[in-house]
């Protein structure tokens, strides 16, 4: 309790560290002068009555500490409450505003459903072609190269014709837009197992397109130019289903698994 006669300032939260300061060593001059002014009613000296308060106090320095720190987590505690309210009150005014104008509450989401609709398709392409481009030497080097009927299509639809292999061969050997020429045909098969079938990807690629991707495979070999030409029944997993599929055991090297209907090596 503070005695008749002493006047003190009672301020909110303090937002800068050189006020908290100030407050704490507000804190500490009262109390030290409060025992004073006691122990100099009891008949001790000026002199006297203040160090016998500053020795009873404790170090001062440790006692500023606790202080700044209870200073800091109230203004924490208060900062974060005022934010919360603040919200609150917010997200009150606005759900009273979109009841009383209905209207113009289903013309704002209708808006905002396009808006968002069309951000994320836009995010996607950005993100497919600059921050998440293809994992391949020279990404934005790289296209995709297809067939489209010159005449017959009259539906108004862009397509696209998978070209043959002749069509891919004459690319191959006569194109000089193109650094290289790498042919895929990707088709989904079923891999038999001891269970139930499971689906996968499988993708016909050339010895060559390893490299162009700049893999390598982790076990084993790549496909040799005379296993192409003999028409070898021989795959290269990916990483995700030897591990998946197979706990990445080494030894699947020469083992034989059947894809669709054919036994691969």
Avoid: C
Wanted: glycine share 6%.
């Amino acid at each position: 309790m503070i005695r008749t006669g002493i006047r003190r300032a009672f301020q909110l939260a303090l937002r800068r560290r050189d006020r908290w300061e100030l407050e704490v060593e507000e804190e500490i001059k009262l109390h030290l002068m409060l025992r004073a002014e006691e122990l100099v009613a009891r008949g001790a000296t000026p002199d006297e009555a203040y160090r016998t308060a500053v020795e009873k106090f404790g170090p001062i320095a440790q006692s500023r500490a606790r202080l700044l720190d209870a200073a800091r987590h109230r203004e924490t505690h208060m900062q974060r409450a005022e934010w919360f309210d603040h919200l609150r009150q917010d997200l009150s005014f606005a759900l009273r505003t979109l009841r009383r104008q209905r209207g113009w509450t289903a013309i704002t989401i209708f808006t905002l459903a396009l808006g968002i609709g069309a951000t994320t398709a836009v995010f996607s392409v950005v993100s497919n072609l600059l921050i998440h481009a293809i994992p391949y030497p020279a990404a934005d080097r790289i296209v995709v190269v297809q067939q489209q009927p010159s005449k017959g299509n009259n539906t108004g639809i862009s397509v696209s014709i998978t070209p043959s292999t002749p069509v891919v061969n004459a690319w191959r050997s006569r194109s000089h837009s193109f650094e290289v020429l790498q042919p895929y045909r990707s088709m989904g098969m079923l891999l038999r197992t001891a269970d139930d079938p499971v689906p996968v990807q499988a993708t016909a690629i050339l010895p060559s397109f390893p490299a162009f991707a700049g893999t390598r495979p982790l076990v084993g070999r790549l496909f040799s130019d005379r296993e192409i030409e003999n028409k070898a029944q021989v795959v290269l997993l990916s990483e995700g289903l030897w591990r998946e599929r197979y706990g990445a055991d080494e030894r699947i090297l020469g083992r034989t698994i059947v894809l669709g209907d054919s036994s691969y090596t």
